[in-house]
């Protein structure tokens, strides 16, 4: 049999790599702005397009989906194409999928400053956007399967299943928590609405990490990290039990986000389980990539590449273990809603998948140029930099989660809070943001040398666009008898629907019963559908990101009912979420908790402390909101907003659309004359208006036990 002779397409792995350095420079640089504003607020510019609520998405999104993402396709085609022996199946399909990725990540870029968001964490992105994303996506799938069917190898090596199993979840992890309904051109409602909401969002949330930011990689280690020390990979029967392990558990562990909220016992309880199970195939992973470098050890002093990749491996394998932990509800309990999360994400995100990128990119270029690389010195600091930036950036962040719950809980001996000022843990840990962005600073410095170095070592080298290779074509015959996993291996269509079997489960068995079983979502009579100018509050709250730094969800411990509900000693309730279209629980608290904010402060002090935190907390880190005083609500929206939300199910009457700003401008009257009277003028229609008329609302439909009794809750 005679070896056919083809190329490896070296050219589209080029672009996805230039716009892999280029927007992770971005993201960072963003994210650096962000760690600054939280300590020193004047960097919001009073401009309504770079506040902290505004840009901080559009930093997870540049980082997720422009560094990450653009980083595994350029490992994904560079790899998948030696490892199938064959050229990508489409040229076309390729470049389709890479300006097709950019233009959606340019829109993200732009729409997100604007205030063009669905509010839900890493999915922030409205509805016509989604719907690109579901294109390239099935452009990227079909790429990549049919390259799969096309090839001349028949064993698929393990970094494909994982490439496989990445295609497939995002894919149902996309398409399930983008069921939303249009409003407008670039506004939508979540088709779910409170506790559903929340757990679709968080099964998404968490395993968006899972198989965008994990599995993806985990492919990419087990190629390149055999390449760069010249071995194989340490054990073939641990990668198939890590592989068909992680994805099965995997996909159950969402609600471990959940934890103290009101999502039914039992499915924070699931996710508990699960969580802690993942521990086994997540350090199987990072044992198999560890042991992969016996006998090449000595290799790592000297070779940043292999630098890159031991770290990163290792911060896998500990954010791997810390997220388990962190499940355990005696350790969240103490750890959600602080910065210790914060710390923990970042270990992952920096660690694994930034240091990854980094020893692939300096794999890669120099054998695409044809060339050495500039500079073994200069990747070496690289190096010695970037694991000082994120020691900077976690240990702070570490300390300040420590330092916030440990306030946020402590009572004095009269059995009263002793921090009962939220203000005065944030004050508290200033010091350690100033710390925490001195190490994304050292971590950005980092990037820009490794650019440098790759953009030498392209000068110096020939750029091979079309590599030359040779293999013979694959055998039409049967091969029975093995290893029954390597008859799977050869069976690539019977591979994805197993995994696509096995990621479907765990979601499928979560959320039939929190949809159908309605004693999992209890209903309170006493909790009513938003007003108009309620839901164009709650839009502009959204718009202004202020889910970001505020929670929305009072947790059933005395620390928080005390410190938020001292009257009425109300937990949140599942029932006083059925009309939130989307949910808006958050997950950090850089602010206080605002569920039960309604009625506590007069209209006058919300109007001032949008206008100026600082006058009315000394000491505030939040950004000031000048526009909303001038910029006045779009009454033609509230036709529109108010159909939408019927058709997902709150209960407002037939035809009420069309007196909704009646209502409306009534209720704006009542606010504008209780600001008059503290000499604030103001303009029904304006924006601040609406905000203040949704912040009053909050808790208050069962702010008295009598309410809640009469709900049956």
């Known amino acids: 049999m005679e070896l056919e002779k083809f190329s490896y397409d070296n050219k589209i792995v080029k672009y996805f790599t230039i716009a892999t350095v280029v927007f992770g420079l971005v993201g960072m640089l963003v994210g650096l702005t962000i760690a600054i504003q939280l300590f020193y607020p004047l960097f919001n ?25 653009n980083a595994t396709f350029a490992g994904t085609y560079y790899s998948m194409q030696r490892l199938l022996k064959t050229r990508m199946f489409s040229d076309l399909l390729s470049w389709v999928h890479f300006w097709g990725w950019q233009l959606i990540i340019v829109a993200a870029a732009i729409t997100l400053p604007l205030g063009y968001t669905t509010s839900k964490e890493y999915a922030e992105l409205e509805w016509p956007i989604d719907i690109a994303i579901t294109i390239i996506w099935v452009v990227f799938g079909i ?14 090596y393990v970094a494909i299943w994982f490439y496989l199993a990445t295609f497939v979840t995002v894919a149902v992890l996309h398409v399930v928590n983008s069921f939303e309904i249009p409003v407008t051109f670039m506004k939508s409602y979540s088709w779910f609405a409170g506790v559903q909401d929340a757990l679709v969002q968080w099964w ?6 899972a198989f965008f930011l994990t599995t993806p990689f985990l492919g990419l280690m087990y190629y390149f990290m055999p390449k760069a020390a010249n071995r194989p990979v340490y054990s073939y029967k641990l990668s198939i039990i890590h592989f068909w392990a992680l994805i099965f558990i995997y996909i159950w562990a969402g609600p471990h986000h959940l934890l103290y909220t009101s999502l039914p016992d039992w499915a924070q309880s699931l996710g508990v389980v699960f969580s802690i199970m993942l521990i086994a195939p997540s350090w199987g992973g990072m044992l198999n990539g560890l042991l992969t470098l016996r006998g090449a050890w000595d290799r790592v002093r000297e070779d940043p590449v292999l630098k890159f990749m031991v770290v990163a491996v290792t911060a896998y394998g500990m954010a791997t273990f810390e997220g388990p932990m962190l499940s355990l509800k005696n350790v969240n309990a103490i750890a959600h809603f602080t910065d210790w999360i914060i710390a923990h994400v970042h270990v992952g995100g920096l660690g694994w998948n930034g240091f990854l990128t980094f020893g692939m990119l300096y794999w890669m270029i120099p054998r695409m140029w044809q060339t050495k690389l500039y500079s073994v010195k200069l990747a070496n600091a690289h190096f010695w930099i970037g694991t000082l930036g994120i020691i900077f950036y976690a240990l702070p962040m570490y300390w300040a989660g420590f330092t916030q719950s440990l306030m946020w809980k402590q009572f004095g001996p009269d059995g009263f809070l002793v921090y009962k000022n939220f203000l005065e843990t944030v004050v508290q840990i200033i010091p350690m943001y100033m710390l925490r962005a001195l190490g994304g600073l050292l971590y950005l410095v980092g990037a820009v040398m490794m650019s440098y170095n790759l953009v030498k070592t392209a000068k110096a080298g020939d750029f091979l666009a079309n590599e030359p290779a040779e293999a013979l074509p694959l055998e039409k015959k049967v091969i029975t008898g093995g290893y029954w996993h390597k008859t799977l291996e050869r069976k690539p269509v019977l591979f994805t629907v197993l995994t696509l079997i096995a990621i479907l489960i765990g979601g499928i068995l979560e959320f039939v019963p929190t949809f159908l079983i309605k004693s999992n979502v209890p209903t309170i009579q006493a909790v009513k559908p938003y007003t108009p100018l309620e839901v164009h509050g709650r839009d502009i709250y959204i718009r202004e990101g202020c889910n970001a730094c505020h929670t929305q969800m009072i947790r059933p411990f005395r620390s928080e009912v005390l410190r ?95 007196i909704a700003n009646d209502d409306l401008l009534k209720q704006a009257e009542i606010i504008t004359n209780n600001l008059a009277k503290e000499g604030l003028e103001t303009q029904k229609e304006a924006e601040i208006v609406a905000l203040i008329a949704y912040l009053q609302r909050l808790g208050t439909d069962i702010k008295t036990n009598d309410n809640l009794a009469k709900g049956g809750q």
């Open 45 to 69: 510019f009073d401009l309504q397009y770079t506040t902290f609520g505004r840009i901080r998405p559009l930093h997870t999104n540049a980082v997720i989906f422009a560094f990450v993402g």
């Open 204 to 209: 998404y949330g968490h395993n968006a990490v």
């Open 564 to 658: 938020y509900d001292p009257n009425d000693m109300e937990y949140s309730k599942a029932g006083e979420f059925v009309y939130d279209h989307p949910f808006l629980w958050g997950s950090k608290r850089t602010g206080p908790d605002l569920h039960r904010i309604g009625k506590k402060y007069g209209d006058s002090w919300h109007y001032n402390h949008m206008l100026d935190p600082q006058s009315m907390s000394p000491g505030s880190i939040m950004p000031r909101y000048p526009w909303l005083f001038t910029q006045q609500v779009d009454l033609e929206d509230t036709q529109a907003k108010i159909n939408a939300l019927r058709t997902i199910g709150v209960p407002y009457e037939e035809g009420y659309e069309f």
């Open 143 to 156: 790429n990549m399967i049919g390259t799969i069917l096309k090839r001349r190898e028949r064993h698929m």
